[in-house]
């Protein structure tokens, strides 16, 4: 297992060494003079331009500036944001619990609507099966932000029970503004959980060792927890892991649309802006974020089906 | 939902630039408000208000720099920080500020005589050197002040006495009175200013000015929240304290601002207006803004290098349409960029010269008798923000009509931010033939604005060269007499509406929404640069 741990250890570190190397590059491909951007559209002289070029070491070569760059990441100093003049990770931090609050919420929901869904279309084929399959199409197939406008319009305006906008202070305060933006960042993707959670119990429902459970006359809710569940949850785990860690990106949109001020709605303005310093910090956490995730789930293998970790140790 | 919609206003230049109405949103034109009335007057507020919540459009302020403040959203909250040397009201007339008394001994010289016993936020007194030092920091360099050009031809600034500061310039300047009401002349504080040194004006530096309202606490990406200056010299506001949020959403703000759970913003989406009127909330209010949206061209380029082109193209706007249901009557046909509200002085002279000026009326018959003339004329090229969804109108009902008269255009859509180039970055504007703009004059002075078409000028990239018209403006700029400079700028005018360079749309209206338990604020473009919020209090 340590061993195991350790490769994967590896593999995250390089994986994360490269996705730098390709983040930092990519920002120069951009086209357009950030100076340009720094000075906004403002009548600046060419000898402004300059100034700002050399305060910022825009015109440095990129291998100096990647290695610096580096160099503050590895410290925890992710650089000055361009429009900000901030510190990028004062800027991120200070966004970051309301983004990591969203993404617990939905993730929460995802993986609890998601399972429950599927499960109960699974057991119940015929009408309840298809009503349930039905929704999951509409849902997957509304965008984001339409879901985002008819929660707004339906819940905050009409009924008055939701906040329309902002994060809110403390937790319970917080929970209450951030329910309709859970539900619209949840809605699309509960229905690829239980999409999956679906086919893996219906996969799992005619097996033979199911039918001799239940010729055994195991109890019913037995044979659906040990038998039908437990081998199922190896597709949903890791469809999970990639739904959990791709909110972090989904969140850009509904934070956008429910004017919360999150990490996803940084990024959103930094490409905007050609803020670099930003959406570098931001791109490396996303991928964190996914690496992590799938590392998660990996290690979650064995504990869901013992049969992997006897693999791993034979392999 | 409108991506964009944040880089909207933020990288406005201090002069040909976008105000407002950065209103995003894809709804129906035909949802926009019916009866649009301008209010030139509200009912004064009767009492306190512990709290209001505000929200700003245009996104969060990247900083609270006056010497920065050529953005919405910096603007919008700096006025009520910072104060200048004189003031506007929301007629535009000039007022005292920290500056008591301004005089000008001869054209070239400006004496400003310093209010006394104003403090700063943190109680230390404002003095002679904090003005000089704040005007000196707008003009260096390394500041890239948007304002630095206000003292373009300054030879001095001085200490006079001890609370007295002189500005000369190399020739008179009519413009310099206009300017100390702007963020040119925000007075900072210059111990604090340089003692926080780079975090000037950031989230966790802030700033120190004399303002009616100080910070108080600035979340970053959260809110900024002002508090009362209780040792203010002026008179005391009825808001004790004023929230700002930055939600960029049209969809969510206008939904915040139905439920109550924001009480106000100014520069709401056209397609918002409608609800925001109906609603029993609050009231939509309008004002008359300084901004003209035209249509500019290249004249370099060849395909607009025919003056019967752009005369045709001229004919061919229906300026009537747009102002309607682009709009939704929120914005008037204008014949000039500088329309009856910006003539601050000498208006019967302005006004004689704007009737002479022929209706902006569509003719498609005698524009398409110009094109048909002019021979074959290659596809012409505009570009537009996108970020706004009435200039991608403008653009569409452009389009189209101009086929009607057998020219192509083509449209180039840009993102707000690739958009601002334009201004900017001599590449962005190739290959085109010119592009939409909604411009905005700082103060009702046309000759500010007619000066960017001059040889020299920063903004005459789009090739208008008349040595009449450069004449006609460098004579006024020297002219002190009102009438006499009033003369020579709607001479200079008329022979650029000649050309046909620029082709004159709509002036939009200023807006704000205001929440039923607030009152006092009369809708005016100055709110960018005077304490807006000191006017507002309870209707009970």
Redesign the interface.
């Given at each position: 297992m340590l061993a195991f741990l350790g490769r994967r250890l590896g593999s995250l570190v390089l994986t994360l060494f490269v996705s730098s190397v390709l983040i930092f590059g990519s920002m120069y491909l951009v086209p357009?003079?950030p100076a340009?951007?720094?000075?906004?559209?403002?009548?600046?002289?060419p000898?402004?331009l300059d100034?700002?070029r050399a305060e910022y070491h825009l015109d440095d070569p990129l291998l100096q500036r990647y290695t610096e760059w580096l160099g503050g990441v590895l410290h925890g100093d992710f650089g000055l944001s361009l429009?900000?003049?901030?510190s990028v990770q004062?800027?991120i931090a200070?966004?970051l619990p309301?983004t990591l609050t969203l993404v617990v919420y939905a993730g929460l929901l995802i993986l609890v609507g998601g399972f429950v869904l599927g499960l109960v279309a699974a057991l119940n084929r015929g009408l309840v099966d298809k009503i349930i399959l039905l929704a999951i199409s509409a849902a997957v197939a509304t965008p984001v932000?339409v879901v985002?406008?008819l929660l707004?319009?339906v819940f905050?305006?009409g009924l008055?029970w939701f906040?329309?906008?902002?994060?809110g202070d403390g937790f319970a305060d917080r929970l209450w503004h951030l329910t309709l933006p859970a539900i619209a960042l949840a809605l699309s993707l509960i229905g690829a959980v239980a999409r999956i959670s679906r086919s893996s119990f219906v996969e799992n429902l005619h097996r033979d060792h199911v039918m001799v459970a239940r010729g055994r006359g195991v109890p019913e809710n037995q044979v659906v927890r040990r038998h039908i569940v437990r081998n199922s949850l190896g597709p949903i785990a890791t469809i999970a892991g990639l739904v959990v860690a791709g909110l972090i990106v989904a969140t850009t949109?509904v934070e956008?649309?429910?004017?919360l001020?999150?990490v996803g709605?940084?990024l959103?303005?930094s490409v905007?802006?050609?803020d670099f310093p930003v959406v570098q910090a931001i791109s490396l956490l996303v991928v964190g974020a996914f690496l992590v995730c799938n590392t998660i789930v990996d290690m979650l293998y064995p504990i869901i089906d013992p049969r992997v970790a006897s693999w791993r140790k034979a392999s | 939902m409108n991506i964009t919609r944040t880089t909207c206003a933020a990288v406005s230049a201090a002069a040909l630039m976008t105000l407002a109405a950065c209103g995003g949103g894809s709804s129906d034109s035909s949802a926009a408000p019916k009866d649009v009335s301008i209010a030139t007057s509200v009912p004064a507020p009767k009492g306190d208000v512990d709290s209001i919540t505000w929200n700003l459009p245009a996104g969060e302020p990247t900083t609270l720099d006056p010497a920065q403040s050529a953005l919405d959203s910096i603007s919008t909250l700096d006025a009520n920080l910072c104060e200048q040397l004189t003031t506007f009201g929301t007629d535009y007339k000039l007022q005292p500020s920290l500056a008591e008394k301004v005089t000008e001994p001869d054209d070239k010289t400006f004496v400003f005589d310093l209010r006394s016993g104003v403090t700063f936020w943190d109680g230390s007194p404002m003095t002679a050197d904090d003005v000089i030092y704040s005007m000196d920091r707008v003009r260096d360099e390394k500041v890239a002040s948007a304002w630095a050009s206000s003292f373009d031809g300054v030879t001095s600034i001085e200490k006079t006495g001890p609370m007295q500061v002189t500005v000369t310039f190399d020739k008179p300047n009519v413009l310099f009175k206009w300017y100390q009401a702007t963020p040119a002349m925000s007075i900072v504080s210059k111990a604090a200013t340089e003692k926080l040194g780079k975090k000037f004006g950031t989230a966790s530096g802030g700033i120190m000015c004399t303002g009616p309202y100080k910070v108080d606490q600035w979340r970053s990406g959260q809110d900024i929240t002002l508090v009362r200056n209780d040792s203010y010299w002026g008179a005391k506001p009825k808001v004790a304290k004023a929230r700002f949020t930055f939600d960029t959403d049209t969809s969510s703000s206008t939904s915040a601002l139905l439920r109550g759970d924001v009480d106000g913003q100014w520069t709401n989406a056209v397609s918002s207006q409608t609800k925001l009127a109906k609603s029993d909330a609050g009231s939509m209010l309008y004002g008359q803004s300084l901004s003209p949206v035209f249509l500019t061209t290249f004249t370099q380029d060849p395909a607009v290098k025919n003056p019967d082109i752009r005369k045709a193209l001229s004919m061919t706007v229906d300026v009537q349409g747009i102002a309607k249901s682009v709009y939704g009557g929120a914005a008037k046909p204008i014949k000039k960029l500088t329309s009856p509200a910006t003539w601050g002085y000498s208006k019967p002279i302005f006004q004689a010269a704007y009737d002479k000026l022929p209706e902006p009326k569509q003719n498609l018959a005698e524009a398409k008798k110009l094109v048909a003339a002019a021979g074959s004329v290659p596809p012409l090229t505009f570009a537009y923000d996108n970020g706004s969804a009435e200039d991608s109108k403008v653009a569409l009902s452009m389009q189209a009509s101009a086929k009607q008269i057998g020219l192509d255009i083509e449209l180039r859509s840009l993102s707000s931010t690739d958009y601002y180039k334009i201004f900017s970055d001599e590449e962005a504007r190739e290959g085109l033939s010119g592009y939409i703009v909604r411009g905005y004059l700082d103060f009702p002075e046309p000759l500010s604005y007619d000066l960017y078409a001059t040889q020299g000028s920063y903004y005459n990239y789009v090739g208008y060269d008349n040595p009449e018209y450069d004449k006609l403006l460098a004579e006024a700029t020297a002219t002190a007499d009102d009438d006499a400079r009033a003369t020579l700028v709607t001479q200079a005018e008329a022979l650029r509406s000649q050309d046909h360079y620029v082709i004159p749309i709509v002036t939009p209206y200023i807006d704000v929404f205001v929440n039923k338990r607030l009152t006092g604020l009369v809708p005016s473009q100055s709110f960018l640069y005077t304490p807006w919020l000191a006017s507002i209090g309870s209707t009970k």
């Open positions: 357009g003079d340009t951007f720094l000075a906004g559209s403002t009548k600046t002289t000898a402004q100034v700002l429009q900000y003049k901030e004062d800027l200070s966004r309301t932000f985002g406008v707004l319009a905050s305006v008055g906040p329309a906008t902002g994060a949109i956008t649309a429910f004017g001020n999150g709605s940084l959103q303005a905007a802006k050609r | -």
